[in-house]
Nanobody, 127 residues
Framework: QVQLVESGGGLVQAGGSLRLSCVASGRSFSTYAMGWFRQSPGTQRESVGVISSSGGSTFYPDSVKSRFAISRDNGKNTVYLQMNSLKPEDTAVYYC????????????????????WGQGTQVTVSS
């Protein structure tokens, strides 16, 4: 069982930056792929960054590529999402997710494939 706690959300002006953090409880953090997803009202939950258990592979959708960066510190059981050049359309609740994997390069982006979820943190970007 893994429990995930996100932090770092808030209100920021367009063009600004935020860094989200997610701390995972439990053992064997390095055997979990980690991901960040977001959801705004009336939309489906979408991936904004996935990192493999080894940290060697990442995935970003085109909507955030070159603006967002996911990283992990296995020694601290923590995954980060650095968000730069934020736009009003980035406004959403951001969720941290974890999935136990047997392939160290797994970076799947379908939300239905992920097992554990945090409670979410609100990110609001004003224009």
């Amino acid at each position: 069982q893994v429990q995930l706690v996100e932090s770092g959300g808030g209100l920021v002006q367009a063009g600004g930056s935020l860094r989200l953090s997610c701390v995972a409880s439990g053992r064997s953090f390095s055997t979990y792929a980690m991901g960040w997803f977001r959801q705004s009202p009336g939309t489906q939950r979408e991936s904004v960054g996935v990192i493999s258990s080894s940290g060697g592979s990442t995935f970003y959708p085109d909507s955030v590529k070159s603006r967002f960066a996911i990283s992990r510190d296995n020694g601290k059981n923590t995954v980060y999402l650095q968000m730069n050049s934020l736009k009003p359309e980035d406004t959403a609740v951001y969720y941290c997710a974890a999935r136990l994997v047997y392939r160290s390069d797994y970076v799947g982006s379908k939300s239905s494939d992920w097992t554990y979820w945090g409670q979410g943190t609100q990110v609001t970007v004003s224009s």
